[in-house]
């Protein structure tokens, strides 16, 4: 399985809004899009996903920004996998003209494994991926951006 770039996108989101930040502010779409060089008009239908999910806060204007909502040690990756991929089987298989799909065992076999990436996935928060070295990282880089709006 592969997952899309979009929950790609929205799960870099969600670790970098993760770490704990002194000052409270929001994080700005232009900030992240560019910390990860993602279009922002890309990361701006992400974050759109996020927010209907209920897990950012995503303010417009001068001093809004992104926030995480959700507790990053009770979100599980299965969960947001399940909303940014969606839960549609692997192969479809009911728009096939397939000889073999009386008989066939691959659509249930594909929907088990899938089944258990989910699973997998169910058993790491957004705590678990977002801390140590890399929640380490997003604060480096979250600086060195603050300082350059600076210079």
């Keep these: 399985m592969r997952i899309t770039r979009f929950s790609d996108i ?3 989101v969600l670790i970098y809004l993760a770490q704990d930040r002194a000052s409270g502010a929001p994080v700005t779409a232009g900030e992240i899009a560019t910390q990860f060089n993602v279009p922002l008009n890309h990361l701006v239908k992400v974050v759109a996903q996020l927010a209907r999910a209920g897990w950012i806060d995503a303010t417009r ?6 926030v995480l909502r959700a507790d990053a040690k009770r979100l599980r990756i299965g969960a947001v996998l399940r909303e940014l991929e969606g839960d549609a089987e692997l192969v479809d298989c009911a728009g096939l003209d397939c000889q073999l799909q009386r008989n066939c065992i691959l659509r249930g076999a594909l929907a088990a494994g899938l089944r258990a990436f989910y ?8 705590a678990d991926i977002a801390q140590g070295k890399v929640g380490e990282q997003v604060l480096v880089m979250h600086r060195s951006f603050a300082r350059a709006l600076q210079h």
């Design 10 to 12: 929205g799960l870099r």
């Design 119 to 126: 699973d997998a996935m169910d058993g790491y928060t957004l």
């Design 61 to 66: 204007g001068r001093n809004g920004g992104l």
